[in-house]
């Protein structure tokens, strides 16, 4: 599975960014898609991850009531919807697919497909 992420920029802190992952190649299999982001000198975290059905959405504390992780059947990918921006949001955001099923979406060691990352900025 190929991913390519998209979406990433600069925003004032309150705002809004939508990022998508775009999946092309053998989709079928796939159990679920997340995202992680890795800020400056820190190790990469999960931010939100859902199944490939769309039945179960799981979220960071940190994000939880702020990011809306959803499916996008239309191209075989997920989208993060950001709301009410933090500077500490700040990170290089990378989608991720999962063939692992009953492996927690949580872990980054469940994943085995990576995109290439997109770079959020928030400005305070």
């Known amino acids: 599975v190929q991913l390519q992420a998209s979406g990433g920029g600069l925003v004032q802190s309150g705002g809004s960014l939508r990022l998508s992952c775009a999946a092309s190649?053998?989709?079928?299999?796939?159990?679920?898609m997340g995202w992680f982001r890795q800020a400056p000198g820190k190790e990469r975290e999960f931010v939100a991850s859902i199944t490939w059905s769309g039945t179960w959405t799981f979220y960071a504390d940190s994000v939880k009531g702020r990011f809306t992780i959803l499916r996008d059947h239309a191209n075989s990918g997920a989208y993060l919807r950001m709301n009410g921006l933090k500077s500490e949001d700040t990170a290089v955001y990378y989608c991720?697919?999962?063939?692992?099923?009953?492996?927690?979406?949580?872990?980054?060691?469940?994943?085995?497909?990576w995109g290439q990352g997109t770079l959020v900025t928030v400005s305070s």
């Open positions: 190649g053998r989709t079928s299999d796939v159990f679920g």
């Open positions: 991720a697919a999962s063939h692992s099923r009953g492996e927690s979406l949580r872990f980054s060691s469940s994943y085995d497909s």
